[in-house]
Nanobody, 113 residues
Framework: QVQLVESGGGLVQAGGSLRLSCAASGIIFSNNAMAWYRQAPGKQRELVAQITSGGSTNYVDSVKGRFTISRDNAKNTVYLQMNSLKPEDTAAYYC???????WGKGTLVTVSS
């Protein structure tokens, strides 16, 4: 059974930082690309960042230069370091195994102005 458990969300002021974590189980983590998505109230879920099994990354334009996705295969965990946070980054953040229908339950990030 695949499980993805996100953590690290919270309330932060604009300009602040948070680091999200997603712990995976039930998959061969190192073989899988992983991704972070977010969904703001009233909006569709969007891809924020993705990391391949080899460590290549890509980002949505709105977070480039501010967010960094990384992975620790020894810990079966993918991270999202979020710096210079803006109110428009407020959303529920989810991790996903790329190409497979497995999602976590999400962690809420709220950025106050």
């Amino acid at each position: 059974q695949v499980q993805l458990v996100e953590s690290g969300g919270g309330l932060v002021q604009a300009g602040g930082s948070l680091r999200l974590s997603c712990a995976a189980s039930g998959i061969i983590f190192s073989n899988n690309a992983m991704a972070w998505y977010r969904q703001a109230p009233g909006k569709q879920r969007e891809l924020v960042a993705q990391i391949t099994s080899g460590g290549s990354t890509n980002y949505v334009d709105s977070v480039k230069g501010r967010f960094t996705i990384s992975r620790d295969n020894a810990k079966n965990t993918v991270y999202l370091q979020m710096n210079s946070l803006k109110p428009e980054d407020t959303a529920a953040y989810y991790c996903r195994v790329v190409g497979r229908p497995f999602w976590g339950k999400g962690t809420l990030v709220t950025v106050s102005s």
